[in-house]
């Protein structure tokens, strides 16, 4: 138990999770020569030949499980916050966030949720659901908005008793939240001119399926107009069935608005989701009046999926703010490497890509990929398990970190 061996992985060599982050037990006699990494203490090889073997594969993430490492005890305090998220192991250590979710009743589809009450879409109690329907209401959260960056923060704020389990959803538009604080878009101030802002999302996959929770963004950005553009292929296959069904007519319908009331800033949210025919992925037009203000991914896979350099690549050419969030930085320290310059010059896919996406400033997009770029802990992340288990070999949770690829231009903000 522990191993993953050639005919899971493809790799001519074994790993084995240290203990430390699973219920595995330690390398003992049957092994021949286990040998732990040095550097990230996270992954035993079963002899020091695998070890020489894995090496040109461990070096791209082996800094990032390192850095994972480190930051358990501030992953830990923001589960520790909820006295639900030991729910969800089985009898041999895997964890199941489906099965959190569908112990809450939080499962369903967009048919299932969109354009029902608040507690069809929720299935909960009342007491335990972030309600928008605040017209009159006793729950309308103070304003201006004003919390700090951490569920038990919010959830006083939005009048949320700790045992509620919305932020398995609310992790969805917190983290688009958390992103555009990042690129320094967050919220003005309130008395000031109404703000507009256009944000395309890219990599939408299961959220797409919760799109009312991302009206939560109307309280978060009082006074402003929030268009969310939501791309990936769950949008374009969603949009195509909709057209087929006589429901939908445009390639990016407007599938959902709230409006918070005025007692709470008046923000307004719009969100769209695309299926332009012409690509899978968004790519940034050339055109820049058709440039959104910032670009986010949620768990978008940015290093795992070439379809997504498209936008990576012309963000930093056009110089879009760019934020994304993954499970765990040493994910985003894939990205990095993947996304490196040196790298790109030998990998044939990414050549097409530079060719398909007709970078003008090639070196200035070459100086852009070779920047720094820090992840950091999202304290909105998803909160979902408590300890490591079999499945992972560090700390991960949707949404769990971010990571500025493309920064944007400082300016003052509300909270």
Not at 136 to 150: A, G, T, V
Not at 244 to 263: I, M, N, Q, S, W
Not at 320 to 327: G, L, S
């Amino acid at each position: 138990m522990g191993y993953i061996g050639k005919e899971e992985t493809n790799l001519d060599y074994q790993i084995r999770i240290t203990p430390r982050f699973s219920i595995c037990p330690p390398p003992g006699k049957a092994h021949c020569n286990p040998k732990l990494c040095s550097v990230c203490k996270l992954v035993y090889f079963c002899s020091p030949e695998c070890f020489k073997k894995a090496w040109k594969v461990h070096k791209l993430v082996c800094p990032g499980l390192q850095r994972d490492a480190e930051v358990i005890p501030l992953y830990n305090e923001v589960l520790n916050q909820f006295p639900w998220t030991d729910i969800g192991y089985n009898d041999v250590g895997f964890f199941s966030e489906l099965f959190v979710l569908a112990r809450f009743g939080l499962l369903g589809t967009s048919r299932q949720k969109v354009g029902l009450s608040e507690e069809q879409g929720w299935q909960l109690a009342k007491k335990f659901i972030p309600t928008l329907a605040l017209q009159n209401s006793d729950k309308c959260p103070s304003f201006p908005p004003k919390f700090e960056s951490n569920w038990t923060s919010y959830y006083e704020w939005r009048g949320l008793p700790i045992e509620s389990p919305a932020a398995m959803l609310l992790h969805w538009p917190l983290s688009v939240y958390a992103c555009l604080k990042e690129l320094d878009l967050g919220p003005q101030i309130a008395t000031g001119p109404r703000q507009k802002l256009t944000v395309f999302y890219v990599g939408a996959r299961e959220e797409v399926h919760y799109i009312p929770v991302f009206g939560e963004l109307a309280l978060l950005y009082p006074n402003a107009d929030l268009d969310l553009v939501m791309f990936g292929e769950t949008t374009k296959q969603s949009v195509e069935r909709a057209k087929a069904r006589g429901l939908a007519k445009a390639d990016r319908p407007c599938v959902f608005e709230y409006t918070a009331p005025e007692a709470c800033g008046a923000g307004t949210v719009r969100v769209f989701i695309d299926s332009n025919p012409s690509y899978t992925y968004y790519r940034p037009s050339r055109e820049r009046s058709e440039h959104p203000d910032a670009i986010v991914g949620l768990n978008a896979g940015l290093g795992s999926y070439v379809s997504w350099q498209h936008v990576l690549l012309g963000s930093m050419e056009f110089d879009i703010p760019f934020a994304i969030t993954d499970y765990a930085l040493a994910c985003l320290i894939n990205s990095e490497t993947t996304m490196n310059g040196e790298m790109i010059a030998v990998q044939a896919t990414m050549k097409k890509v530079l060719k398909e996406s007709q970078i003008a400033d090639v070196e200035k997009v070459a100086t852009a990929l070779k920047r720094e770029r820090p992840g950091k802990l999202n304290m909105f992340m998803q909160p979902i398990s408590k300890r490591m288990d079999l499945s992972r070999i560090c700390p991960g949770s949707r949404n769990a970190c971010i990571q500025v690829l493309t920064p944007g231009k400082r300016r003052d903000s509300l909270v």
